[in-house]
């Protein structure tokens, strides 16, 4: 699938997430007026990050301007009349125009629309310090409305009547996929006591058998990190976790067997007999880190899922489905998955709680941030 592909497979999904409002594909019309909108996505996945928010803009007529992260792709753009992610061309309406940035423009673009008086609407994917430095070009300049989308810290909480290898294959992938680098990684693995370490030996075993090596062999699992500066963060949080007294039952080291030692290659990791204030289960490390923690009971099991800063996702396996919905509720996260991880739909909302931020991707609602609400009164008299 090319990129015009791409911009038009979400553009197609945005029209389609409101057919149950009665409105036919292709007619979509947001009632209020759209915003002149600015995103900025993060280093991993510009045609995802990039064109998922801003669907609402763009199906609304709405102008947009992309600033991908600095290690990302080296030039995105976005044409005016939706001509894809790739080649910019101009914008003859001239008040926003279209937007090409290379690495070395980035700094000086994301700050320039982020102040920019006539820049109506910022959608930011990416860290919460680069979030709060947002909030206050807000502040300062025209009060421009944010969705902010800042990662997660996730809690995937396994019980002893789950199906326990379904579970375990989505465990697996839920941290591995895309090499720990994803916002919704579930990073903290939450098992009862009773399955504990039977539970953590399964991935451990699936982790030593994975294939990790060059994204272009059909038979590798998992790539390399993409950068230099965050392998060795994913390294620093290894050894902060051997150092804090959790056990490090497989990988914690560079992957560097044979042409692997030119790249980023991390193994796969996983920490047993981790506690919740450890280091390793409060900050998000953004790299194929398992954090693998014990419970006794549901009470604890939303406490621990509830410790941390962040709130973007979580699941539950269980067969129970008193205890599903009462995890459902008490778990602050924005989206809860039951038997199930990383289940995304056009017509689903998306977005976090808490430090993980706030506004919505996808679904009906995320058109609430792109457009306003007028009353108009007649008087008729």
Request: glycine share 10%.
């Amino acid at each position: 699938m090319d990129t015009d592909d791409v911009v038009a497979h979400f553009v197609d999904d945005a029209v389609g997430a409101r057919a149950h409002e009665g409105l036919e594909r292709g007619q979509c019309r947001v009632v209020g007026q759209r915003a002149e909108a600015a995103r900025v996505v993060d280093e991993h996945d510009v045609a995802r990050d990039g064109v998922g928010q801003d669907r609402a803009d763009l199906i609304d007529d709405g102008r947009v301007a992309i600033r991908p992260g600095r290690p990302g792709p080296r030039v995105v753009g976005v044409e005016p009349e939706l001509g894809g992610l790739g080649e910019a061309g101009g914008d003859s309406r001239k008040d926003l125009p279209t937007v090409a940035l290379q690495h070395r423009h980035v700094t000086v673009a994301g700050e320039a629309l982020a102040r920019h008086m006539d820049v109506d609407k910022v959608a930011f994917t990416g860290s919460i310090r680069t979030a709060r430095a947002l909030l206050k070009a807000s502040g300062e300049s025209n009060l421009k409305r944010l969705s902010l989308e800042l990662g997660g810290k996730s809690p995937n909480i396994v019980f002893p009547d789950a199906d326990l290898p379904r579970a375990a294959r989505a465990a697996f992938w839920g941290i591995y996929a895309n090499k720990g680098e994803v916002c919704s990684a579930g990073s903290r693995l939450l098992v009862h006591e009773k399955i504990y370490d039977e539970f953590v030996n399964t991935l451990a075993d699936l982790a030593r058998k994975m294939k990790v090596g060059d994204p272009l062999d059909p038979d590798a699992e998992m790539g390399s990190q993409i950068s230099q500066t965050q392998l060795e963060r994913i390294l620093g949080y290894i050894r902060t976790g051997k150092e804090e007294g959790a056990r490090l039952v497989c990988g914690g080291e560079r992957d560097v067997e044979g042409e692997k030692a030119k790249g980023y290659f991390v193994k796969p990791t996983i920490f047993a007999d981790v506690k919740p204030e450890m280091k390793i289960a409060q900050e998000e490390i953004f790299g194929p880190v398992l954090a693998a923690l014990k419970f006794q009971d549901v009470d604890q099991a939303a406490e621990i899922a509830n410790s941390t800063i962040y709130g973007l996702v979580s699941a539950v396996w269980t067969r129970d489905i008193t205890v599903a919905h009462r995890l459902a509720q008490e778990i602050k996260a924005g989206s809860v998955w039951i038997n199930a991880y990383n289940c995304f739909d056009s017509a689903s909302p998306f977005g976090g709680y808490k430090q993980s931020g706030f506004g919505r991707e996808m679904g009906a609602h995320a058109l609430d941030s792109y457009t306003q609400v007028k009353s108009v009164w007649i008087y008729l008299g």
